[in-house]
T-cell receptor, first 113, second 118 residues
Framework: AQSVTQPDIHITVSEGASLELRCNYS??????LFWYVQSPGQGLQLLLK??????LVQGIKGFEAEFKRSQSSFNLRKPSVHWSDAAEYFC???????????FGKGTHLIIQP | NAGVTQTPKFQVLKTGQSMTLQCAQD?????MYWYRQDPGMGLRLIYY???????DKGEVPNGYNVSRLNKREFSLRLESAAPSQTSVYFC?????????????????FGAGTRLSVL
C-alpha cells in the first residue's frame, strides 16, 4: 500500500521569502502525485499534479513541484510567498486505481509580516 | 456548474443517533469518495464508489455505510453515531484520465460537513 510523509507539521516563513514544503511517498510503481491546499474552514483545492512527463510541474498561484524518483519526493516550492498563502497543504498519492487518494498529514504554513 | 455539493454543512448529533450525509456532483464523474479529516491525521478514505452500482471500503469504514444512489449522488450514513465520529467529512469525485474508466485522475472536493457527536 502507498503512503505519504510530510515531515514538517508547521512551517513559518516571512512574507516575500521563498518556500519549500517537503513530501516523500512510498509506492512500488510510478505514482500519480498531487498537492492540495486548504484554507481555514474550506474544502481542498488542487494546486498541481504529476502524472507523467516533465518532472517539474507548474500549478496555480505561482506554485511548482518537482518529482524526484530517486528520492521518492515531490516537494512544493514557491519563490515568494504572500500572506494569502497561509493555509494547510496536503501532499497526496494515487496508486493507479479508483481506490482513492492517500494523504500526508499536512503542513500548516504560517506567514510572518 | 456547482461541482461537488455536500449537505448539511454542520450537524450536531447525540450518541446513538443516526444521520445521512448527502453528496452530489454535476461533472458526470464515474468515481466518488468519502473522506474524514481529523486534526493531525490528514484525510482518510472511508468508502469509495468506482462506478455507479459499486462501493468499496477504504481505510476507516467501521461505523459507516454508503449508497451510490445514481451516477450523481453518493451518500454516507452513520447508523449509530459515536463521539469518535466527530470529524469533518469530505466528499470527492474524480475526473478520469481514461474516458468512462476507473477514477484515475484529479479529485474534486466538496466544502465539507462538520459533524459533532456529543
Amino acid at each position: 500500500a502507498q503512503s505519504v510523509t510530510q515531515p514538517d507539521i508547521h512551517i513559518t516563513v516571512s512574507e516575500g521569502a521563498s518556500l519549500e514544503l517537503r513530501c516523500n511517498y512510498s509506492y512500488g510503481a510510478t505514482p500519480y502525485l498531487f498537492w492540495y491546499v486548504q484554507s481555514p474552514g474550506q474544502g481542498l483545492q488542487l494546486l498541481l499534479k504529476y502524472f507523467s512527463g516533465d518532472t517539474l510541474v507548474q500549478g496555480i498561484k505561482g506554485f511548482e513541484a518537482e518529482f524526484k524518483r530517486s528520492q521518492s519526493s515531490f516537494n512544493l516550492r514557491k519563490p515568494s510567498v504572500h500572506w494569502s498563502d497561509a493555509a494547510e497543504y496536503f501532499c497526496a498519492v494515487l496508486g493507479g486505481g479508483a481506490d482513492g487518494l492517500t494523504f500526508g498529514k499536512g503542513t500548516h504554513l504560517i506567514i510572518q509580516p | 456548474n456547482a461541482g461537488v455539493t455536500q449537505t448539511p454543512k454542520f450537524q450536531v448529533l447525540k450518541t446513538g443517533q443516526s444521520m445521512t450525509l448527502q453528496c452530489a456532483q454535476d461533472m458526470n464523474h464515474n468515481s466518488m469518495y468519502w473522506y474524514r479529516q481529523d486534526p493531525g491525521m490528514g484525510l482518510r478514505l472511508i468508502y469509495y464508489s468506482a462506478s455507479e452500482g459499486t462501493t468499496d471500503k477504504g481505510e476507516v469504514p467501521n461505523g459507516y455505510n454508503v449508497s451510490r444512489l445514481n451516477k450523481r449522488e453518493f451518500s454516507l450514513r452513520l447508523e449509530s453515531a459515536a463521539p469518535s465520529q466527530t470529524s469533518v467529512y469530505f466528499c470527492a469525485s474524480t475526473e478520469s484520465l481514461i474516458a468512462g474508466g476507473p477514477g484515475v485522475g484529479i479529485q474534486y472536493f466538496g466544502a465539507g460537513t462538520r459533524l459533532s457527536v456529543l
